[in-house]
């Protein structure tokens, strides 16, 4: 939350809240938390206006958000690998990407 805080310049915990609310659907916490199929250790999530990366805690393998980088604060290479797939995203629609492969070179489609 301080990231976010220090990054959109929120005066408020609310403002974060709702912000985390916006991206944190039920839809979305679902996948993340509880998918069968998520078996990365480090992986990233994609929205259509940031990026939040997570880590694995060690013991217990639940998914710990690490930061959380609105579009506004993209380098230029991840604003070229990523703004095509974050702009064909719907509201609350997420593409997750195992870590490696989010810090590749790669131009990331909005197919996948």
Known sequence: MARMITR??????????????GIFNENTIRIIYSDA????????V???????PFVRQENSGIPIMKTWVPEECWDDRNNMKLSNLAHSLAEGEI???????FNSEVYISPDL
Request: hydrophobic residues 40%; proline residues 0%; glycine residues 0%.
């Open 46 to 52: 994609v929205t259509r206006d940031c990026y939040i």
């Open 95 to 101: 593409r997750i990407f195992e870590s490696n492969i």
């Open 37 to 44: 199929d998520m078996k990365f250790e480090d992986f990233v």
């Open 8 to 21: 959109n310049s929120k005066q408020s915990i609310k403002v974060v809240v709702d912000t985390l609310a």
